[in-house]
């Protein structure tokens, strides 16, 4: 579970932490679009884009992957692709793919094996068109796919495993076979499909799996267990355009809104403070993916708005320059109230990758 990677990152951070309570955080130039401008260009140190230019200083498959689209978008297609072939080459090295790689090129897991590394990688390559990349590691991604299928899935129902506990988007919440992940299972299957890979998991209609477990008629369900609303649950099944019926879109944001988890803007992953956080980090930062307010979930978010909203995105991205021209800075993410989040040992990270997203938002 945790080994010295996590620790070192850990101390990172709380390094982090001390110089922000002295210094404060990085202030940028300009207005909302050339402070994340200069952002995304800071996030670009010549091999990779990592998560930020803050304690994130890392690769995370799961962030770059949600900014390809607009990072292409933004000119940087050259870019994505070497990040591809970088993280490609850690993970054939490594035999398999992970969560994280650190400062010194190791691949590790925050915190275990999670089904979204694959489904964005495969995804990623896709958006990019890195045909080279596909020929010349399919046997690598091949691999990988039989894996998550041997390993990852009941292979009786489809979904999921229920009797393990896999990393997350919500990587320190212990979460069993989540909508969200069998979305990433979902995902997965196309992809290789896609691109024409060999893929086990093609027997399953897993659109067809998703609803008839999560869906209520009015919104995705967290897990098949409970019955709250969740700001995940209901954004990735349409922001990976697993399904794309408007009537259900608008039917999930109606949810969304009724519980407040888009105020004082988006998005947070659940109106309440859940009990299920991995100990000691719900010690060091209290409440980090609780119902807190998280800028990546609410970008993405926010494109699924688009989709069916246009006064509405508007709304939530004045919201999002406000903080970007007050900080001075694109923020990780903020607590329960819209203000920075912070704890004795944890400060939210700054010069976030994602400020990527906004920009091609707001065009």
Not at 152 to 168: A, M, N, P, Q
Not at 271 to 287: E, R, T, V, Y
Not at 341 to 354: A, N, R, V
Request: aromatic share 14%; with cysteine.
């Amino acid at each position: 579970m945790y080994n010295h990677h996590h620790i070192r990152e850990g101390l990172r951070m709380l390094q982090r932490r001390i110089s922000i309570k002295n210094e404060g955080i990085k202030q940028y130039e300009g207005d909302a679009e050339e402070i994340c401008k200069s952002i995304v260009n800071d996030c670009w140190n010549n091999v990779f884009f990592q998560v930020s230019s803050g304690h994130f200083s890392l690769f995370y498959m799961r962030d770059f992957s949600m900014c390809v689209e607009a990072l292409i978008k933004l000119g940087y297609k050259k870019e994505v692709l070497k990040t591809l072939h970088y993280a490609l080459v850690v993970y054939s090295r490594d035999k398999h793919t992970s969560t994280t790689i650190s400062q010194d090129h190791k691949g590790f897991n925050v915190f275990s094996y999670a089904p979204d590394t694959l489904a964005f990688l495969l995804y990623s390559l896709r958006i990019a068109d890195a045909k080279d990349l596909i020929e010349i590691y399919k046997p690598f991604l091949e691999a990988e796919i039989d894996y998550f299928y041997d390993i990852i899935i009941d292979k009786e129902t489809g979904l999921i495993r229920s009797d393990k506990v896999f990393s997350s988007i919500k990587d320190n919440s212990k979460r069993r076979s989540s909508c969200y992940d069998n979305c990433c299972a979902a995902v997965i299957s196309r992809e290789a499909s896609n691109l024409k890979l060999h893929n086990p998991l093609k027997q399953y209609n897993y659109e067809e799996l998703i609803k008839q477990t999560f869906w209520t008629g009015e919104y995705f369900k967290d897990t098949k267990e409970t019955n709250y609303v969740c700001g995940d649950a209901n954004t990735f099944p349409y922001w990976f355009k697993l399904f794309i019926d408007k009537k259900m879109i608008k039917s999930s944001i109606k949810k969304i809104r009724e519980n407040n988890l888009d105020k004082p803007f988006p998005l947070k992953y659940t109106s309440f403070i859940p009990k299920n956080f991995m100990f000691p980090l719900s010690l060091l930062a209290n409440n980090y993916e609780g119902n807190t307010i998280w800028v990546h979930l609410g970008l993405c978010y926010i494109d699924v708005v688009a989709k069916v909203d246009k006064k509405l995105t508007k709304y939530y991205l004045e919201q999002y320059n406000k903080r970007i021209e007050a900080h001075k800075n694109f923020l990780e993410l903020y607590d329960e109230h819209g203000k920075v989040y912070k704890t004795l040992f944890y400060h939210s990270d700054e010069g976030m990758l994602w400020a990527s997203k906004w920009l091609v938002l707001v065009k």
